[in-house]
């Protein structure tokens, strides 16, 4: 019998639309989007944060100050409402995604521990 894994990915791509834990991400994102100064400031965030990995990636270190400024948005960032219940809801998909991979990964565990 031949499988196509790639079906059933697809199938999963649909079905991980359809878990609570989704749904809660998704509401929570329109919620901190719906926030002006939250979704400004997450962005912020996010730039930042791309520009630091990008150098990293690329051999540079950051600097004290480049590092130290991420460190102050994301105080900052962290301690916006709807920010905090986003992350909480990312954490909950993480970890939903976490233990698939376990399952997914399984044979090859199995593998190299047999």
Request: aromatic share 6%.
């Amino acid at each position: 019998m031949v499988v196509n894994i790639y079906d059933t990915a697809n199938q999963m791509e649909r079905d991980l639309r359809d878990t609570q834990e989704f749904a809660a991400l998704k509401e929570a994102h329109e919620a901190m989007r719906a926030d002006a100064n939250a979704f400004s400031m997450f962005q912020d965030f996010q730039n930042m944060q791309m520009t630091l990995q990008q150098k990293q990636m690329q051999g540079q270190q950051p600097t004290e100050d480049e590092i130290q400024a991420a460190q102050d948005l994301a105080g900052k960032v962290g301690e916006i409402e709807v920010v905090k219940t986003l992350m909480e809801k990312e954490q909950a998909v993480d970890q939903m995604l976490s233990q698939i991979n376990q399952v997914i990964t399984k044979p090859i565990q199995e593998l190299y521990q047999g």
